[in-house]
């Protein structure tokens, strides 16, 4: 038994992400969900202006505890934590497959060391330091400033429909006490 355990705890990540894993990514409000909707927004899932990478968490290599911890830690000036979306990797080819979307983005493993550096010369394991099961959803180009971006929301659109948004029962006390984020029926 204790082997076992050594075995799991040092897990290695895959660098390539397989499409039965569920993302994670932190929700803010009112940046990215509104109470009175009841809804996610687009800007969970687009990138900021000038930058293509929206931050994930695979959940398949960590916790929910983990998830929250790190979502609650991020700081947001004027918006609070306040929950969890999750979805399945196979979303983004799903997205793909529909009509004027394919190749719009791609979700890539994108570790993390605890000086905050993407890691990329070396294997990743699941106690490593840092956020080895850090992912980004990768925009084929940077949204610009100040010009329409219809079908990046489009995009992020589709991305929430095929999402489950977990709302935390305790935003401000440390660990995931909501229903767990597994939850596989959901996404088939």
Known sequence: ???????????????????????V?????????????????????????????????????TTDDFCKNH????????????GL???????ISKVDALSGFSGIA?????PIDKNGNYIKSKKVFKNDPGLPMHADLLYLKPPTRGEPQTTYRKYAKEIIK???YYSDPSPDS???????LINESHFS
């Open 106 to 110: 791609k979700i890539v493993g994108s």
């Open 162 to 164: 095929l999402s489950k």
């Open 174 to 180: 440390p660990g995931w006490h909501g229903q767990a």
């Open 85 to 91: 979306a999750a979805f399945m990797a196979n979303a």
């Open 1 to 23: 038994m204790k082997g076992f355990t050594k075995r799991i705890f040092h897990q290695e990540i895959p660098t390539e992400i397989g499409a039965d894993e569920l993302i």
């Open 25 to 61: 990514r932190g929700i803010m409000h009112p940046f990215f969900y509104s109470f009175s909707k009841k809804t996610i927004k687009p800007e969970a899932f687009l990138p900021a202006p000038e930058k293509n990478d929206v931050s994930l968490l695979r959940r398949n290599f």
């Open 71 to 82: 979502s609650q830690s991020i700081v947001i000036p004027g918006h609070q934590y306040c």
